[in-house]
């Protein structure tokens, strides 16, 4: 069956003064219906970015320079303004990180529910509500009812959450991009909102592509994982080979410095060094200068991401 | 020496001189002000002699002009001044009483802000309800209630002796809630940060933590808000001197001059109303644009403090 | 919500109990009401006479006691120049004013709103950079000198337009002398309410672009995107409310700001509305009308002010909901 979304050689650049930085470069990867996949990288690794690209949500200066985002066979990219506003909410939903600051505080949120389904269909005000009651419902918040009429900041953090994927659920799309859903929410709150969106997916069979920096939260979730470096994927492969078998040097660094990682009392392992700002990626691997196995093809030539032994796909040049 | 050094390399030197709109500004302001100050020195006439004027002289036009006079380049007014000459002593009665006003008002507001925002309770709230009312009723009403009150209780004589004094007490007053609610929401900001936890634990008295401490932050916002206030100063001078209830007409600022120029408009006397005008707004816009390249300038500084 | 409503109330009597002990005050120490009510041709017997029957020798707090008692019912004194009870004269005059700053107000919701929000939208078109530059300049020239600067180009000058007075007016229901019912007297509202606007069309289209341009980067705008609506609403429903709530407070601020700019309109447009009479009643002497004008618009403006309080709090959810609990 055809994959949900197939995105191939996607590059997103920044237009600034001082020049051009590339935030997304060269990003390949599918989606199955209904599948799970995590995009995990340290902050300023482009996995944002790549998610808002999807949807073509990158704000100027940033452009979508390069590359193919099909989604159900259909060419995202070339796309004008409306006919993509049609995908958005509709097709394609987005969960974005903090719920206090995603919804809009002088609009209840029964309008902010409904008004996603007036954006997309003709549909009366009877049936609209009825739908963002049965909505709530899936999110399991209580008296969903009652909440039609209530305002964001009467809500706590995880509930306020829990509307926002409502509101991504409304229109039963088959993919929601969520970024770093649980960021902002307590600890406590963040495993029930992870199970929360696995549930979903299965329930509604929507695929998931989960944003995020927190290894823990993508190993429970994802069934597949995207590790990005300075806007390029390194490694990419099934969820328990990731973790179990690590292979880039960098995923290994990241799975090396969990604390679950090291016994007690022992130091926590550190890659040595910081991710480049975008403006200062070395030439060649972009993690040549902090990788213990580098040598001077790491430094001359850019690996690409390709299929491994272990049945992944991974970018470096001494992984077999 | 190493002021000077320091002030002539440091970036708000620097940004300065780049932006040719602040520099066109402060070059005007400068002018005028000057101008203003010298004008004992250097208006060919006195205005205020009376033994210089002439009422057959009334009303004539500019020198450049067909029934023009070469000894009043800008043409005289109804009484016979020469306009030139007013305008300057006009002008430096307009920049007087701004500066005055504004510093009367910075001086009570900031003290009403300090004692309210680092004292807080009860006469916070207090304080800070009588400033919104006063705002509330907008400073131009204020000052026009308070000239009023003034000028019926202290009759017009006594009131032409003591206008410069009078006016600025009266815009003092009528402007004095901004300042202090500036300079309050500064103490509040900095009550909280550690370097006056610091200062407590150690023992400083209020008043000392206050004025030392505290005080010096607190002034980049005065300082911002002060050139417009000077602005708002001068434009409320002129509106309080246009309704007659500013300076008497003996002893014309700006704002009179053009009063008198007004009732003559219709005659043909442009003059009387065109040049002070002028000179009002360009006074006014030019400290304006000085007191936006200021903000600007400071505004993210404020915030990376 | 009702007890901030309440409380607002609360305040707002105290507020009025300040301006009338000021007026009062005023009256007290300037104020000759025996020749307000007789004249002047009466002789030192009679006026003594009179005061004490009138209760002016009595303490100060039991006559500021009576005046309450009177202007609660509307009796603020008599004006000695119009012969006629104080309050009647200003409220004779009231609708000239109130129709200035009416059609100030029309001229300036229609204008700064697609203004401010245009600016905000496009910051960098030329359109944009001229109006913000144009309304520093607007800012900085005074009320009266662009009232005077109309006069002379489109009365004078054209002769398009009249250039003083209210024109043609129509009593309605019996108290409201109106000029905009007449084409008349609406051709004479024209350069008064532009001139009145002037002052504060700048100020509302830099604030309303400043407000619009901090919430289109906010992410719940974001969030609307990605919920695929169409643009204008985001545009409209959910940004430009955003920003009412900072406009209307502003706004019910300046509205006081506006009033005190009729007074120099007035003058300027011999527009026989309150402000005018208020200015004869100083150069006049007559206490009694200056002290009823100050209770009057000071009345005005706690209403006003009160109001847009209310309002506030019925249109920030926070405050609505708050007052519940």
Not at chain 3, 87 to 105: G, M, Q, R, Y
Not at chain 3, 280 to 304: N, P
Request: aromatic share 8%; proline share 5%; hydrophobic share 50%.
């Amino acid at each position: 069956m055809e994959p949900v979304l197939q995105v191939e050689n996607l590059t997103v650049k920044f237009s600034l003064r001082s020049g051009e930085i590339t935030a997304v470069d060269e990003v390949d990867f599918n989606l199955d219906r209904g599948e799970r996949l995590g995009l995990v990288g340290e902050s300023g690794a482009g996995k944002s970015v790549t998610g808002f690209a999807l949807i073509n949500l990158i704000s100027k200066p940033g452009y979508i320079a390069n590359g193919s985002v099909r989604f159900h066979g259909r060419e995202l990219t070339g796309l004008t303004d409306e006919q993509m506003r049609r995908v958005r909410g509709n097709n394609i939903s987005m969960v974005f990180q903090d719920p206090m600051m995603t919804l809009n505080p002088v609009l209840t949120i029964g309008t902010q529910m409904v008004e996603t389904l007036y954006a997309h269909r003709r549909i009366d005000k009877h049936t609209a509500e009825e739908m963002a009651v049965e909505s709530l419902r899936k999110v399991h918040l209580p008296s969903p009812e009652r909440r039609l009429r209530q305002y964001p900041h009467e809500l706590s953090g995880g509930m306020r959450q829990r509307v926002v994927i409502a509101i991504a659920l409304i229109s039963s799309p088959s993919l929601i991009i969520a970024d770093e859903p649980t960021t902002a929410l307590d600890v406590t709150i963040q495993a029930e909102i992870m199970e929360l969106l696995q549930e979903l997916c299965l329930n509604e069979d929507m695929g998931l592509i989960l944003i995020t920096h927190d290894l823990a939260v993508v190993s429970q979730v994802a069934q597949r994982i995207a590790v990005m470096y300075a806007g390029r994927i390194v490694e990419i492969g099934d969820t328990s080979r990731i973790i179990s078998e690590p292979r880039h040097p960098y995923t290994r660094g990241l799975l090396g410095a969990l604390p679950q990682e090291r016994p007690r009392g022992e130091r926590l392992s550190q890659i040595p060094g910081v991710m480049p700002t975008l403006v200062d990626i070395p030439p060649g691997c972009a993690f040549n200068n902090r990788c213990t196995r580098a040598e001077e093809i790491c430094r001359v030539e850019r690996p690409p991401l390709e299929v491994k032994s272990c049945g992944g796909r991974v970018a470096c040049h001494f992984v077999e | 020496m190493g002021v000077w050094n320091t002030f002539r390399q440091s970036f708000f030197l620097y940004s300065f001189l780049r932006d040719p709109l602040a520099v066109g500004s402060l070059v005007v302001v400068v002018i005028l002000i000057s101008a203003g100050f010298l004008s004992p020195v250097i208006s060919p006439y006195n205005p205020y002699d009376t033994t210089t004027i002439d009422i057959m002289d009334a009303d004539t036009p500019p020198m450049w002009m067909e029934e023009g006079d070469p000894r009043f380049f800008l043409g005289t007014d109804s009484q016979g001044r020469d306009m030139l000459s007013t305008i300057l002593y006009g002008m430096r009665v307009s920049v007087l009483i701004g500066l005055g006003a504004v510093a009367l008002q910075a001086l009570l507001g900031i003290m009403v802000g300090l004692v309210s925002g680092y004292g807080g309770g009860r006469l916070d709230a207090v304080l800070m309800r009588i400033a919104d009312v006063q705002l509330s009723f907008s400073t131009y009403m204020v000052a026009i209630f308070i000239g009023a009150i003034f000028k019926t209780v202290f009759g017009v004589g006594l009131y032409a002796q003591v206008a410069v004094p009078f006016l600025i007490i009266v815009i003092g007053l009528a402007e004095w809630p901004q300042y202090a609610r500036t300079v309050r929401a500064s103490v509040l900001a900095e009550k909280n940060m550690e370097y006056v936890e610091a200062a407590r634990v150690i023992g400083l008295p209020s008043g000392r933590i206050m004025w030392r401490h505290i005080l010096p932050n607190t002034l980049t916002p005065v300082l911002v808000i002060s050139t417009v206030q000077v602005a708002n100063a001068i434009m409320s001078e002129a509106a309080l001197s246009f309704i007659g209830l500013g300076m008497p007409v003996n002893r014309p600022s700006l704002g009179s001059l053009i009063k008198i120029g007004f009732e003559y408009i219709f005659s043909g006397s442009w003059w009387i109303t065109l040049f002070p005008g002028i000179v009002l707004v360009l006074l006014i816009l030019t400290i304006n644009l000085l007191g936006d390249w200021l903000r600007d300038y400071l505004n993210p500084k404020l915030y990376m403090h | 919500m009702l007890a901030f409503t309440v409380r607002r109330i609360a305040q707002a009597v105290l507020v009025m109990i300040v301006i009338s002990f000021i007026g009062f005050a005023v009256k007290y120490a300037v104020g000759d009401p025996v020749r307000d009510l007789v004249g002047v041709s009466v002789s030192v017997e009679e006026r003594e006479k009179l005061r004490d029957a009138l209760g002016l020798n009595d303490p100060f707090m039991v006559q500021w006691g009576r005046f309450l008692k009177d202007a609660v019912q509307g009796d603020l004194g008599r004006s000695y120049f119009f012969k006629r009870p104080a309050l009647d004269v200003i409220v004779n005059k009231a609708p000239a004013t109130l129709e200035l700053v009416l059609c100030s107000a029309i001229i300036i919701i229609f204008i700064s709103i697609p203004v401010g929000i245009y600016a905000a939208v496009r910051p960098n078109s030329w359109v944009s950079r001229f109006l913000m530059g144009a309304s520093i300049v607007g800012v900085s020239i005074p009320v009266f000198l662009t009232a005077i600067m109309l006069i002379y180009i489109f009365a004078v000058g054209l002769n398009w337009l009249p250039s003083y007075g209210r024109g043609e007016t129509v009593m309605l229901l019996g108290f409201w002398d109106s000029g905009m019912v007449t084409a008349d007297g609406l051709v004479h509202l024209i350069l008064p309410s532009v001139a009145l606007s002037s002052v504060m069309l700048p100020l509302f289209i830099r604030l309303i672009r400043a407000e619009m341009k901090e919430v289109v980067e906010t992410e719940y705008i974001k969030f609307a995107r990605a919920k695929g609506l169409a643009p204008r609403r985001v545009l409209i429903v959910h940004a430009f409310k955003n920003t009412l709530l900072p406009v209307i407070t502003v706004g019910g601020v300046q509205l006081g700001t506006m009033i005190a700019f009729t007074v120099l309109t007035e003058t300027v447009f011999q527009w026989q509305g309150m402000g005018f009479i208020f200015l004869e009643a100083v150069e006049r002497g007559d206490t009694s009308l200056l002290v009823a004008y100050l209770v009057f618009v000071g009345l005005v403006f706690v209403i006003v002010n009160t109001v847009v309080d209310i309002i506030y709090g019925l249109v920030n959810p926070k405050v609505r909901i708050a007052g519940r609990k």
